[in-house]
């Protein structure tokens, strides 16, 4: 069966500080990939996704960055954190033209 | 893209039925409507999908207008492991292989009273 990681569960970073959070998923191989955030009491927004090794499409000009080292690896970084980059972040993975999309634990990110 | 209309809350008894309304009146041919639902603290998880005909599953029904402007999300026994945000998605049919891009509202929240 297919299992999705994400870490770290928690982070408090400062402003101004790097941002790095990881995704992998188990049990499947070329996953499509993406990167999700909800800040408080707002619908998910996407951030990146990627269809394949080293390719990311952006959402949403801002200061995060999304790459894909990896077949089923995500990272999601940042050089310099706002408070604004604070939020829940999610990844989730889809199999190839399937229909349903799954999520992992999500990171609560807190950006101080 | 076309936009979903869902109320902002809801409650419901423990083991009865649950109907959650979903307005999409600008839906266009090619839609998939989409639910999801999202658990506190957790990651929003696949309930079920139509396009044109009404749905089952084990988790739900999914019931869709005859004019695809409304759908409605059943849940036939309500149980307190059902309470959670749930959000109508619109997804393009031909928006081709990869994007498969999922646009989130607010959604309705369920709360299931024991």
């Known amino acids: 069966s297919q299992t999705i990681h994400q870490w770290p569960a928690t982070l408090v970073q400062p402003v101004g500080s790097p941002l790095s959070l990881e995704c992998t998923v188990e049990?499947?191989?070329?996953?499509?990939l993406y990167w999700y955030r909800q800040a408080a009491g707002r619908g998910l927004q996407l951030l990146f996704y990627?269809?394949?090794?080293?390719?990311i499409s952006s959402e949403v000009p801002q200061n995060l960055s999304a790459s894909r080292p990896q077949d089923r690896q995500f990272i999601l970084s940042s050089k310099k954190l706002l408070l604004s980059d604070s939020g829940f972040y999610l990844c989730?993975?889809?199999?190839?033209?399937?229909?349903?999309?799954?999520f992992g634990p999500g990171t609560r990110l807190t950006v101080t | 893209d076309a936009k979903t209309t869902q109320p902002n809350s809801m409650e419901s008894n423990e083991e009865e039925p649950v109907h959650l309304p979903c307005n999409h009146s600008?839906?266009?041919?090619?839609?998939?409507i989409h639910w999801y639902r999202q658990l506190p603290s957790q990651g929003p998880e696949y309930v079920i999908h139509?396009?044109?005909s009404n749905v089952n599953n084990r988790m739900a029904s999914l019931a869709i207008a005859e004019d695809r402007k409304s759908s409605t999300l059943i849940l036939h026994r309500a149980t307190l492991r059902d309470a959670a945000v749930y959000y109508c998605i619109l997804r393009r049919g031909n928006s081709g292989a990869g994007s498969y891009q999922l646009t989130f509202g607010k959604g309705t929240k369920l709360s299931v009273i024991p």
């Open positions: 989730a993975w889809r199999r190839g033209e399937a229909y349903e999309q799954y």
């Open positions: 139509g396009l044109t």
């Open positions: 600008t839906i266009s041919g090619t839609d998939y």
């Open positions: 049990g499947t191989s070329n996953p499509n």
């Open positions: 990627s269809v394949g090794i080293g390719q």
